[in-house]
T-cell receptor
Framework: KAGVTQTPRYLIKTRGQQVTLSCSPI?????VSWYQQTPGQGLQFLFE???????NKGNFPGRFSGRQFSNSRSEMNVSTLELGDSALYLC?????????????FGEGSRLTVL | GQQLNQSPQSMFIQEGEDVSMNCTSS?????WLWYKQDPGEGPVLLIA?????ELTSNGRLTAQFGITRKDSFLNISASIPSDVGIYFC?????????????FGKGITLSVRP
């Protein structure tokens, strides 16, 4: 059973640019969550999608957005990049909402903003 | 909002030693999860706990769901060099359709050969 796949694994952007990251969840998983990880800050929750709808949102500015497609694949977008957006962006999938269960993470997309 | 406390930020142990990590919260959870993250990788689930008082083992790892539902601990016995990594605890409180996980900031474990 394939795991969570994130693309690209690494990318470098400059301030002011925008970036789109992609996530394919485990087959059969309908919920996708996104996290930002920076040194010292741990895993900061960005948002969660279920059935193409954003169900939960963390405390990030509107420059961070996402969406989910009918096949449960998800993308997140960051516009007008800032230096502080440099981080590892992790996607995680789970079976569904309202279900006690584990999140399964991808390997992440490491974004460097210059 | 909910916060999970993991301390210390770093731990250094000798190969072969046992180590215990705590995770505490000001709020109750009905699921506790422990993850390990290797450098350059995403977190990998180690143990999931679903019931207060539950004690679960996975090889050399043992974790417990605190009776108060506000804490959990992870114990690693007979540590080996590949135990090096960041250990995160996560709590989940199911409320209707809301099942968001809250993560601690992690403990970086170093194992000296």
């Amino acid at each position: 059973k394939a795991g969570v796949t994130q693309t690209p694994r690494y990318l470098i952007k400059t301030r002011g640019q925008q970036v789109t990251l992609s996530c394919s969840p485990i087959s059969g998983h309908r919920s996708v969550s996104w996290y930002q990880q920076t040194p010292g800050q741990g895993l900061q929750f960005l948002f969660e999608y279920f059935s193409e709808t954003q169900r939960n949102k963390g405390n990030f500015p509107g420059r961070f957005s996402g969406r989910q497609f009918s096949n449960s694949r998800s993308e997140m977008n960051v516009s007008t990049l800032e230096l502080g957006d440099s981080a590892l962006y992790l996607c995680a999938s789970s079976l569904g909402q309202g279900v006690a269960g584990e999140l399964f993470f991808g390997e992440g997309s490491r974004l460097t903003v210059l | 909002g909910q916060q999970l406390n993991q301390s210390p930020q770093s731990m250094f142990i000798q190969e072969g030693e046992d180590v215990s990590m705590n995770c505490t919260s000001s709020s109750i959870f009905n699921t506790w999860l422990w993850y390990k993250q290797d450098p350059g990788e995403g977190p990998v689930l180690l143990i999931a706990l679903y019931k207060a008082g539950e004690l679960t083992s996975n090889g050399r790892l043992t974790a417990q769901f605190g009776i108060t539902r506000k804490d959990s601990f992870l114990n690693i016995s007979a540590s080996i060099p590949s135990d090096v990594g960041i250990y995160f605890c996560a709590g989940q409180l199911l409320s209707g359709a809301n099942s968001k996980l809250t993560f601690g900031k992690g403990i970086t474990l170093s194992v000296r050969p």
